[in-house]
């Protein structure tokens, strides 16, 4: 089955930095990759999401690129702001697990003002 | 509209018993998908149902828990006799189900604290 490793587990930054998280996937079948968010004590929302037919997507300060040869995904902030602190999971799913989703360990983001 | 809800939001239980957990899905979502997220920790895939389809089980971590989804549309999480390890929070995800990238939208969940 699908194996989702995410990096790093937490992440410090200074408001107004970028922010990359990284995920490596086993299943090569997998063609959908979402990100959610999931503030403390609140439910995972999903913010961004790929499907294998692009390399990258962006919207506003947010961005994600997907490389299917080396099986990784990133998310990238830019200009952080402290209300983007919380805990940010990628995940990936494929057509034989019809919206399974397999989910990283989640990366823990901090942005200090 | 309303979005995916569950219940209870939090439930004790002592070390044995059988605990039931509920979800309602958003309106018109044929597909539902049951997680764990265990503290610290990402989320573990359970159990979906796709409208009239047979349920995808094979996340279930033991024959101690089973769900079933009445009518298409309310599920019910049954975890028998529990143990201290199965406390975690239970989410519930509800998408359109016409197709494997639809967005899944997530329940508060139900944190299950078993002593």
């Known amino acids: 089955g699908e194996n989702v490793e995410q990096h790093p587990s937490t992440l410090s930054v200074q408001e107004g930095d970028s922010a990359v998280i990284k995920c490596t996937y086993s299943?090569?079948?997998?063609?959908?990759f979402p990100w959610y968010k999931q503030e403390l004590g609140k439910r995972p929302q999903l913010i961004i999401d790929?499907?294998?037919?692009?390399g990258e997507k962006k919207d506003q300060r947010i961005a994600v690129t997907l490389n299917k040869t080396a099986k990784h995904f990133s998310l990238h902030i830019t200009e952080t702001q402290p209300e983007d602190s919380a805990v940010y999971f990628c995940?990936?799913?494929?057509?034989?697990?019809?919206?399974?989703?397999?989910f990283g360990a989640g990366t823990q983001v901090v942005v200090t003002p | 509209g309303a979005g995916v809800s569950q219940s209870p939001s939090n439930k004790v239980t002592e070390k044995g018993k059988d605990v039931e957990l509920r979800c309602d899905p958003i309106?018109?979502?044929?597909?539902l998908y049951w997680y764990r997220q265990s503290l610290g920790q990402g989320l573990e895939f359970l159990i979906y149902f796709q409208g009239n389809s047979a349920p995808d089980k094979s996340g279930l971590p033991s024959d101690r828990f089973s769900a079933e989804r009445t009518g298409g549309s309310v599920s019910t999480l049954t975890i028998q006799r529990t143990q201290q390890e199965d406390s975690a929070v239970y989410l519930c995800?509800?998408?359109?189900?016409?197709?494997?990238?639809?967005?899944?939208?997530f329940g508060p969940g139900t944190r299950l604290t078993v002593l």
């Open positions: 995800a509800s998408s359109a189900g016409t197709g494997s990238w639809d967005e899944q939208f």
């Open positions: 299943d090569s079948a997998s063609n959908y």
């Open positions: 309106s018109g979502h044929t597909a």
């Open positions: 995940a990936a799913s494929g057509t034989d697990s019809w919206g399974k989703l397999q």
């Open positions: 790929i499907r294998s037919n692009v």
